[in-house]
């Protein structure tokens, strides 16, 4: 709390602008649409990781943040102010940080596995702009943020050593499906279960919950892509590329704006948006892909 008070001394109008609008490189808003477009268009494999590394780190946050459910700063000590603006994405509990773990997991899972230096440095310099910013805001101490990049930084490395040294087999897929799935029920349903007991709030544990659905979406789409569909990222021309980003990104688009739509709660709606959201970008669009690559290479 020290440290976040020192920085609470320099803050102005401009600076809270700036570290806001770097704080928003850590929201899935912003990182979804990128490894989709990586995952579509560029480099599957790469993506692939990124997104497998994002929901191994993911789980561990998420579960590490209900079970040990820490206040966020200004709940901790009421003298101290966050910046306002930073305020309305600062949900659930503050341990760890989930924008941290989010921007770190994707952006140094790309320059893990970038053969271009630049693409690197540049990732490592957005991971810790953005993990500055959270704690600029007064949203995170540091220890929220730091342990968040270590347990990001520590799956990359242990994803990274097994794809270097191993080949999975299809019968520990399907073991890593159903263990993905296991825990993500077993997330939501510990997450209920605070709520049923007076421990926590639905506000508190929504993350959590959508966090799960989302996991089960990306365990089932990926395992049906990898072992039925096997799209490529080629493109006839990179007007094509355009259009099939625009294709994707809009059905995503439409999945959230249609769920958030129907009379569900918030956290309903969310939660079946992030499931079929994941389902859309890992499956359903690469099919689509995979079919239109079918017919226009056939045609050649």
């Known amino acids: 709390m020290n440290f976040l008070e020192f920085l609470s001394h320099f ?10 609008i770097i704080s928003f490189c850590g929201e899935i808003t912003v990182l979804l649409p990128l490894i989709c477009i ?15 590394v994002f929901f191994l780190s993911g ?18 000590n009421p003298q101290f ?13 503050s341990f760890p940080s989930g924008h941290v773990q989010s921007s770190s997991s ?23 702009l953005v993990l500055f910013s959270r704690m600029y805001l007064g949203v995170h101490t540091p220890l929220d943020v730091f342990t968040s990049l270590l347990i990001s930084t520590v799956m990359i490395f242990l994803l990274k050593h097994v794809t270097d040294n191993y080949t999975i087999p299809q019968n520990n ?38 966090f799960a659905c989302s996991l089960s979406g990306f365990a089932i789409g990926s395992y049906v892509e990898d072992r039925f569909i096997r799209f490529g990222t ?6 094509m590329q355009f259009i099939k980003i625009f294709l994707g990104l809009g059905g995503m688009l439409l999945i959230t704006k249609g769920f958030s739509l129907l009379p569900l709660s918030e ?22 892909i995979r079919l239109v690559q079918k017919k226009k290479y056939s045609e050649l």
């Open 267 to 288: 956290v309903l709606a969310d939660s079946l948006s992030g499931f079929f959201s994941c389902i859309w970008a890992t499956c359903i669009f690469p099919l689509f």
């Open 11 to 20: 803050r102005t109008d401009i600076l809270d602008y700036i570290f806001r």
């Open 234 to 239: 080629e493109c006839l021309s990179i007007f």
């Open 81 to 93: 102010s966050p910046v306002d603006s930073a305020m309305e994405t600062a949900t659930g509990y």
């Open 59 to 76: 789980s561990i946050v998420q579960g590490a943040k209900i079970v040990f459910r820490i206040p966020r700063p200004w709940i901790l």
């Open 106 to 128: 994707i952006f140094l899972s790309l320059a893990a596995w970038s053969k271009k230096k630049a693409v690197r440095i540049l990732c490592c310099i957005i991971v810790l």
């Open 38 to 52: 990586i995952y579509w268009c560029i480099n599957k494999s790469t993506a692939y990781k990124a997104l497998f």
């Open 173 to 210: 897929k399907i073991a890593l499906l159903i263990l993905a799935i296991a825990y993500a029920l077993g997330l939501i349903f510990y997450s209920l279960l605070l709520v049923r007991w007076n421990i926590s709030t639905v506000e508190l544990t929504a993350d959590s919950i959508i």
